[in-house]
């Protein structure tokens, strides 16, 4: 139990398909974050937010749309996905953006499918 | 950003101890290093993080010369759940975009 909970743990949809992607934090941090992390290829960060504020988008397609509601959740939403998105997507929070000597903490992450 | 430079497999024997040595050759002065450690299907679990000399807590030791261009992760005893990959990361104090490299796979045999 890493105190970041994802759902779904699995998604398949077509490429017309819209779904979105949840995360919650129970660990009362203000920053979140969301991955990429394709077969065979390294983490890559996607988005940051710190106190529901994005701070961080690294040139990622609009296809895929972030939402904070508040500090404890965060939502990936998904529209128009091509095959090559197919990943496992991965949430993480920390106490505060913008510092770098602090853990993060992921949660399990949800393994995306696109037919 | 420092670029990291790890191995990119290791196997081992249950009960060994195990060191994974990672390269930074252009760790600047704020920087800090964080190891990680991710199992199949799931996200990466923070191990242990210095900025120099040694760090112990109660999973790993992590070894940091005076010139801070490598550092060791040491892990005691392992077991076969200790099998999953390893990454090494130097970011800075000031920012919290972590940069993943492919990391260490370590084995870990009966």
């Known amino acids: 139990e890493t105190g970041v909970t994802q759902t779904p743990r699995h998604l398949v949809m077509g490429m017309t398909n819209k779904k979105s992607l949840k995360c919650e934090q129970h660990l009362g941090h203000n920053a979140m974050y969301w991955y990429k992390q394709s077969a065979k290829k390294p983490l890559e960060l996607m988005f940051v937010y710190n106190f529901k504020e994005q701070t961080e988008n690294n040139s990622v397609p609009s296809r895929f749309s972030p939402e904070c509601p508040n500090s404890s959740h965060l939502f990936l939403h998904l529209h128009t996905l091509q095959p090559e998105d197919s990943a496992l997507y991965l949430c993480a929070s920390s106490q505060v953006g913008g510092v770098g000597n602090q853990p993060q903490h992921f949660g399990d992450g949800t393994r995306l499918s696109i037919l | 950003l420092a670029k990291t430079t790890q191995p990119i497999s290791m196997d081992s024997y249950e009960g060994q101890e195990v060191n994974i040595t990672c390269s930074h050759n252009n760790i600047a002065t704020n920087d800090y290093i964080t190891w990680y450690q991710q199992f199949p299907s799931q996200g990466p679990r923070f191990i242990i993080q210095g900025y120099k000399t040694k760090v112990t807590n109660e999973v790993a030791s992590l070894f940091i010369p005076a010139d801070r261009k490598s550092s060791t992760l040491s892990l005691p005893r392992v077991s076969l759940s200790d099998t999953a990959v390893y990454y090494c990361?130097?970011?800075?104090?000031?920012?919290?975009?972590?940069?993943f490299g492919t990391g260490t796979r370590l084995q870990v045999f009966p």
């Open positions: 990361l130097v970011s800075p104090d000031n920012t919290d975009k972590l940069i």
